[in-house]
């Protein structure tokens, strides 16, 4: 089996590092990353100037773009054969609910499932160092799963794995995206030569998180699977927009 991993914490990070030696005993494992930070990319690629890949050791690379351009310059001509898998993350922070739409993780295993190659983001939910060790544990038993039994399509997993021991995990749990409330106020400052400045607010905190949803699952300590899907369509108002347009 042959793995690509990915991340928007940076090639450096100890996510995707101890996640490349976790899995290294299962398959051949490539790590194509962005060279810094990339949080908050989302699914943008950089098409206003030519990218950049570097080795750093090893089968460890680094491009000066974003997780989806990682993923994409390695899909799409950087590997000499196409992974079986891409994993993106281990993610330093949660990615539940709203945050999927913003989250660098989850775009790079985006790009992996809409070129045809089942993805998988993996977040660790946690504000400090963490059980990175746990989350781990969790991408290398669903490796295992998928190597016992391939899916039948493509599929897109969005991991989220409670900040707690291996063995004090409650099992895992099929969920759906809850919805956090609306970002905190902007915070603004003025820098030394007096230029007003403003940092994006945190993010609003759970407010649908009944059972079902990611942030249930993790309130119980258990790891969240959650299926998603690229279609943003709203079928719901298809036939009103239709009578709308239609009216005189």
Same mark, same amino acid.
């Given at each position: 089996? &042959?793995?690509?991993?990915?991340?928007?914490?940076?090639?450096?990070?100890?996510?995707?590092? $101890?996640? *490349?030696?976790? $899995?290294?005993?299962?398959?051949?494992?490539?790590?194509?990353?962005?060279?810094?930070? +990339?949080?908050?990319?989302?699914?943008?690629?950089?098409?206003?100037? %030519?990218?950049?890949? +570097?080795?750093?050791?090893?089968?460890?690379?680094?491009?000066?773009?974003?997780?989806?351009?990682?993923?994409?310059?390695?899909?799409?001509? $950087? $590997?000499?054969?196409?992974?079986?898998?891409?994993?993106?993350?281990?993610?330093?922070?949660?990615?539940?609910?709203?945050?999927?739409?913003?989250?660098?993780?989850?775009?790079?295993? /985006? #790009?992996?499932? =809409?070129?045809?190659?089942?993805?998988?983001?993996?977040?660790?939910?946690? @504000?400090? *160092?963490?059980?990175?060790?746990?989350?781990? +544990?969790?991408?290398?038993?669903?490796? /295992?799963?998928?190597?016992?039994?391939? !899916?039948?399509? !493509?599929? =897109?997993?969005?991991?989220?794995? %409670? @900040?707690?021991?291996?063995?004090?995990?409650?099992?895992?749990?099929?969920? &759906?995206?809850?919805? &956090?409330?609306? *970002?905190?106020?902007?915070?603004? /400052?003025?820098?030394?030569?007096? #230029?007003?400045?403003?940092?994006?607010?945190?993010?609003?905190?759970?407010?649908?998180?009944?059972?079902?949803?990611?942030?249930?699952?993790?309130?119980?300590? &258990?790891?969240?699977?959650? !299926?998603?899907?690229?279609?943003?369509?709203?079928?719901?108002?298809?036939?009103?927009?239709?009578?709308? =347009?239609?009216? #005189?």
């Amino acid at each position: 089996m &042959r793995i690509l991993l990915s991340n928007d914490d940076g090639y450096f990070a100890p996510g995707i590092t $101890l996640l *490349a030696e976790m $899995l290294s005993p299962l398959a051949e494992v490539t790590v194509v990353a962005p060279e810094r930070d +990339r949080s908050g990319a989302s699914n943008s690629l950089t098409l206003d100037r %030519p990218l950049t890949v +570097r080795r750093s050791q090893g089968r460890v690379h680094h491009v000066n773009g974003t997780p989806t351009d990682c993923v994409h310059l390695a899909v799409t001509g $950087l $590997l000499k054969q196409l992974p079986d898998i891409v994993i993106s993350g281990i993610n330093h922070g949660a990615n539940m609910g709203d945050d999927t739409i913003y989250s660098g993780t989850v775009a790079a295993a /985006t #790009e992996g499932f =809409l070129l045809g190659i089942p993805s998988i983001a993996i977040s660790l939910v946690t @504000d400090s *160092a963490g059980h990175f060790r746990t989350a781990g +544990r969790v991408a290398v038993e669903l490796v /295992t799963r998928l190597q016992r039994q391939a !899916p039948g399509e !493509p599929f =897109l997993l969005n991991v989220n794995v %409670p @900040d707690v021991d291996y063995a004090e995990l409650r099992g895992f749990q099929v969920t &759906r995206l809850g919805k &956090r409330h609306k *970002a905190e106020p902007v915070v603004k /400052t003025t820098t030394p030569r007096g #230029e007003k400045v403003y940092w994006i607010g945190a993010a609003g905190g759970a407010q649908d998180a009944g059972a079902g949803t990611d942030f249930h699952a993790i309130a119980n300590q &258990r790891v969240s699977i959650t !299926p998603l899907q690229m279609d943003l369509t709203r079928y719901s108002q298809l036939e009103a927009l239709s009578v709308w =347009l239609a009216g #005189e």
